[in-house]
């Protein structure tokens, strides 16, 4: 061979080198660009749920919660109870119930972020007597737990993630991860040719593909970058953009993204990355996963299909084990530890339950709702959306129990189920804390608390009974309870009746309204006039028209529970309305988008006298009235009993001195239910009362009211003198308002007292 032949295939090797040089260097420049114009940040990358938040436990000294509604909290959050407590979402008891200790999950609140803390309580009389931090027995006197994540909103073709910082990340998922995947990860600049001589020999050996030469930063360009082909094509970019990936970014940035970009499984949506699949599979942070767990999840990497734990169980168990022998064998497990985790159950948690111990779909369709008037309608458009609520999980699992025990009951020997729609609200901060949207709680249907709008019967009683207080009327007013007839504006008559059939003749005011009388209550209303009592519900809340006729004041218009909620909070608040609110705070990053708190605060509406005469009322309703089953508890509760036309709708509202509740039972299609108010939806209030407990009502008596004893002799209502009137038998204390009673209305018995001096003393220390 000539020299000079050998010298021109030189030439030509080393043009042709230049040539591909050039080449490499083109698609080097072409993918760094490529890459770089789509940048490794989630944020950027993907347009991420909503995620929606309960409202966390606050925690302070002496505040009522007994030790086993703490527990019960920490159980809803998915902490552990072990007996040395030491990392987040861990918790120890002691044996008498007196102490506890809970190492608190750092959490992102709405005000900011708070680390880990380790907080020791300690119980005494169903109160905290004290809160310190368990690690330098410094007093703590305010702290909040981390909130129940409830939901993820988005819009409908997005994937499902939640995304994660590598910061987030436990080290035996990140070690676990690279020896399974990719053993020379923080060595190789993103191609590994040992990992591809290694899966080779290992193909050949075992007949068949059992493990790929893939890094992992081929896996993620594969996944975020290229489509799913497999051409010679797609694996030439793949090889080369993997280069520039690892060339451009850091190794954390490219573990922290693959974290989250790695597909990991199917619900309703993908699940995609570690984030999400730890809260789907078993319902805990991804901080929080034990070795068993981290082994099942990187071992589903592999194939999610394949290994679904829920669908392939035994498949799944197989192949966790083999993840856990491998790191027994790198040396991240004893032997005595391997033999420990393989001994574990699966441990995965309900599919309903991977966020929340309770599915909210009532809740969240009011949420939903509020979010599209409060941001609008295209507020999913916005990334990264952290909503904090005010559902209060224990409050959800009390109206949830109520409503599946009790309409259990009640359709028990029914053809026709029943249905039933429940709202709880906070009656002094305007909170809604619970919703039921149906007799099955869990139905993603149609939300009744806001959709079905029936008639409420006698639930508006309390509405005309203020509006009578304001214009002249008290508790202790005389009325006749005997057949009534009204003509109507189309010259007809209307003759309404009594539930019962019966009449008591002359009664007071506060015995028809606690007896729930409709005959008083009409000639009440028709003294005051129906336009006034309309008046009164529209300052209450209720935005919507309603005919001044005389049917209104026993309740023929109709509202949804959500609206007659509204109507209460306002009277429960001695007339102060506030608009009922799911949302506390909505988030995007670190900005507050929304805040409740700077929106405008109560406005006063009515007068609180009336309202407090209102509320006294309501308590007659609880403790003599319509429903005295309620008596049982032996505190001081306000509510009301409704029952529409023909027994068609039941209704019930009432309140202590947390929580104001309204309930509906009835059929979907206005059918006849044959219940009341006390023997339907009563009944419901009563069961939530007994999971709750009930903090009797403490209400402000307003300026202007006083204590007056009334003469209940005859037809005419009159106030007596405690001292002279020694010989009237029947008699009754009652709270008045102080400008609706003047001297000449006070009855003397002892008619030697005409001393004007000492009526006016006596006058003056009534009120």
Known sequence: MSK???????????????????????????????????SLDA????????????????????QKITFDQLEHELTLLKYRKVSNPANPGEYGTSRNKDHMVIIRRPFNFSYGPEESRPIHIVFKNSRISSISDAATGENIDIIQLDPVL???????????????????????????????????????????????????????????????????????VKNYFLSSNKTLDRKVRELFMSIIVDARYEKSQILEMYLNEIYLGHSNKDIYGFGLASYFYFGIPVSELDWHQVALLVGMVKGPSQYDPRRHPEAALKRRNLVLSLMKQAGKLTDKQYEYYVAKPLGIVDKDKNFSII???????????????????????????????????????????????????????????????????????????????????????????????????????????????????????????????????????????????????????????????????????????????????????????????????????????IEVNQMYATIATEGAYRQLSAIRVVRRGSDIIYDRESQADKVQV?????????????????????????????????????????????????????????????????????????????????????????????TAIPEGIADAYFSLEGADSYIMDPETCTDVSRFVLLPVREDMINEEEVRYCNTEKESDDRMGDFIRSLF
């Not at 790929?212 to 081929?218: D, L």
């Open 4 to 38: 000079s032949f050998i010298g021109k295939l030189i030439a030509l090797g080393f043009k042709l080198g230049l040539v591909l040089a050039v080449i490499f260097a083109i698609l080097c420049a072409y993918y760094y660009v490529v890459i770089s114009s789509s």
């Open 43 to 62: 944020e950027q990358k993907w347009k991420t749920p909503a995620v929606v938040y309960s409202r966390p436990l606050e925690l302070t000294v002496e």
């Open 150 to 220: 409830l939901e993820r909103l988005s819009s409908s073709g997005e994937e499902d993630r939640l995304l994660i910082s590598i910061d987030d990340v436990p080290q035996k998922l990140i070690d676990t991860l690279i020896y399974v995947e990719d053993r020379d990860f923080y060595s190789h600049h993103g191609i590994s040719i040992k990992g591809i001589l290694r899966a080779i020999f290992v193909n050949i050996r075992a007949g068949r593909k059992v493990q790929g030469g893939s890094t992992i930063s081929q896996q993620l």
């Open 359 to 561: 599915k909210v779909p009532g809740y969240i369709s009011i949420l939903k709702d509020e979010l599209k008037k409060k941001l609008g309608d295209d507020y999913l458009d916005s990334n990264g959306l952290v909503i904090f609520t005010s559902l209060d999980p224990q409050v959800q699992l009390a109206a949830n129990t109520a409503v599946k025990e009790e309409l259990g009951r009640l359709n028990a020997k029914r053809t026709k189920k029943l249905e039933s729609a429940v709202v709880v609200s906070n009656w002094r901060t305007g909170d809604i804390l619970a919703v039921v949207g149906s007799s099955d709680p869990q139905f993603q249907g149609m939300n009744r608390v806001t959709k079905a709008r029936r008639q409420v019967g006698s639930l508006v009683k309390p509405a005309a009974y203020l509006t009578a207080f304001s214009n002249g009327w008290h508790l202790g007013s005389m009325v006749h309870d005997a057949p009534v007839t009204v003509k109507m504006r189309n010259g007809q008559n209307w003759s309404p009746k009594n539930f019962s059939g019966t009449y008591s003749g002359w009664i007071p005011l506060y015995q028809g309204f606690a007896k729930s009388l409709n005959v008083p209550m009409v000639r009440v209303g028709m003294n005051v006039g129906v336009q006034k009592v309309v008046d009164t519900i529209h300052r209450l809340g209720i935005e919507q028209e309603i005919d001044a006729v005389p049917s209104t004041l026993l309740g023929s218009f109709a509202l949804t529970p």
């Open 606 to 698: 009515l007068d609180p006298r009336d309202a407090y005469l209102t509320i006294y009322g309501m308590t007659n309703v609880t403790s003599f009235g319509t429903a005295r089953s309620l008596k049982k508890y032996n505190a001081v509760i306000a509510g009301k009993t409704g029952t529409s036309n023909d027994g068609i709708d039941s209704w019930f509202s009432g309140f202590d001195n947390d929580e104001l509740v309204t309930v509906w039972v009835g059929n979907d299609d206005n059918t006849k239910t044959n219940l009341t108010g006390a023997t339907g939806a009563l009944p419901v209030y009563d069961r939530f009362l007994s999971i709750r407990g009930v903090h009797s009502l403490v």
